[in-house]
C-alpha cells in the first residue's frame, strides 16, 4: 500500500491489516510500547485542505504527532492554490520538501495527481466521491460494538449517492458483508456504478422500514454534502423521509447500533433523541478516526 486514496484501492487483506494495527494502536496509546512505535519519526507531513474540517484535522494532527511526526496545515487561503496554481505544481515542490500528505478538497483527482506529482504517500482525507479514513473508522467501531461485520446488515440511509456512501459500497464488497441503500431513486448510485459490484453485497432500497428490517447497524450522514449548498433546500426537502428516527430504529433488528460520521444535523437526517441514544457508538467512530489513521500512517511509512 502506497496511498490511500480511495477504499476501493484497498483489497480485503489490507484493510484488515489496518484494522488489526488500530486496535493494537489503540490497546497500548500511552503506553511504553506506544512511545516507542515512531514510523513518522523524522519526517513532516502535510496536511492541504480546502474544505472544513473538525474531526479529520484533530485526529490526523495528534496522530501524525503520535507518531514521532511534524505536522503543518495549510488551506487554501494560505497557500497559491488559492490563486490557482495548479495541484501538480504544488504537488512538486512537496514531493521535494515533506514526507507524506493528507489532503481534503473537492475532486478526486486532484488526489490522484497529487500522489502520482509528489511521489508522497497520500491520504484522501475525503473527496466527493470517497471518505476512506472515515469508513475505517466505522470498521473499528463495527468490529468493538458487534464483534465484526461477517453476517451483518448495514443500512445506509439517505443520500445514498455520496463520498460516505461510496466507501461504504467498497468496505461491503472488499469484506463481503450486507449494505443496502436505502434512498429515493435520485439519490441512489447510478446503474454503472451499482454494475461494478457483486451481486447480493450492495443493493438499493427506497422504502426506509423495508430496508431497517433486519438491520444490525442504521447508517446517516448529512443529507447536504459540502459543495452542495446550492441545492440544500431542494435536498432537505427529498431526503426527509429517510430520517433515522425512533420509528426506524424500532423496525430493526434489536440492540442496533446507529452510527453517523458526523457532523450531524439534529431533526434532519437524524433525531435529537435518537442521536443521544447512541452517542457512545457515535462518538466512538470519531475516536476511532485518530486509530485507524495512525495505522494507515505506519503502514505507509513502511520502508
Ligand atoms: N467525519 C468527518 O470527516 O468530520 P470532519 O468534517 O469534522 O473532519
Ligand atoms: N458527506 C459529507 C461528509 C462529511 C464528513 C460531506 O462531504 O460533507
Known amino acids: 500500500m502506497k496511498h490511500l486514496l480511495s477504499l476501493e484501492q484497498l483489497t480485503a487483506g489490507e484493510m484488515e491489516e489496518i484494522l488489526s494495527l488500530a486496535a493494537t494502536l489503540k490497546k497500548e496509546r500511552g503506553t511504553k510500547a506506544a512511545a516507542q512505535h515512531q514510523p513518522l519519526a523524522g519526517q ?4 492541504i485542505f480546502t474544505k472544513a474540517s473538525t474531526r479529520t484535522r484533530v485526529s490526523f494532527e495528534v496522530g501524525v504527532r503520535e507518531l514521532g511526526g511534524n505536522v503543518f496545515f495549510l488551506s487554501p487561503a494560505d497557500s497559491q492554490l ?3 496554481e495548479p495541484i501538480k505544481d504544488t504537488a512538486r515542490v512537496f514531493g521535494r520538501i515533506a514526507h507524506g500528505a493528507i489532503i481534503r478538497t473537492f475532486a478526486q483527482q486532484d488526489v490522484v495527481d497529487f500522489a502520482h506529482y509528489s511521489g508522497l504517500p497520500t491520504i484522501n482525507a475525503l473527496t466527493d466521491d470517497e471518505h476512506p479514513c472515515q469508513v475505517l473508522a466505522d470498521l473499528q467501531t ?8 461477517a453476517g451483518r446488515k448495514v443500512v445506509f440511509m439517505g443520500d445514498g449517492d455520496n463520498n460516505m456512501s461510496r466507501s461504504w459500497m467498497w468496505a461491503a464488497e472488499r469484506l463481503g458483508f450486507q449494505l443496502v441503500i436505502c434512498a ?3 439519490y441512489q448510485p447510478s446503474v454503472s456504478y451499482l454494475a461494478g459490484f457483486k451481486s447480493g453485497v450492495v443493493s438499493c432500497e427506497t422504502d426506509p422500514l423495508k430496508a431497517a428490517a433486519g438491520a444490525d447497524v442504521l447508517y446517516t450522514d448529512v443529507f447536504v454534502s459540502m459543495g452542495q449548498e446550492a441545492e ?3 435536498r432537505l426537502e427529498d431526503l426527509k423521509a429517510y ?3 425512533a420509528e426506524l430504529v424500532g423496525a430493526a433488528t434489536p440492540g442496533v447500533i446507529v452510527m453517523h460520521c458526523l457532523p450531524a444535523y439534529r431533526g434532519k437526517e437524524i433525531t435529537e433523541e435518537v442521536l443521544e441514544a447512541h452517542a457512545e457508538t457515535i462518538f466512538q467512530e470519531a ?3 485518530l486509530h485507524a489513521q495512525k495505522a494507515v500512517m505506519s503502514l505507509l511509512a513502511r520502508p
Open 184 to 186: 429515493p431513486k435520485k
Open 82 to 84: 488559492g490563486r490557482g
Open 44 to 47: 513532516t507531513w502535510a496536511m
Open 243 to 245: 430520517q433515522i428516527n
Open 287 to 289: 475516536e476511532n478516526r
Open 142 to 149: 463495527m468490529q468493538e460494538k458487534l464483534g465484526g461485520w
Open 232 to 234: 440544500g433546500a431542494r
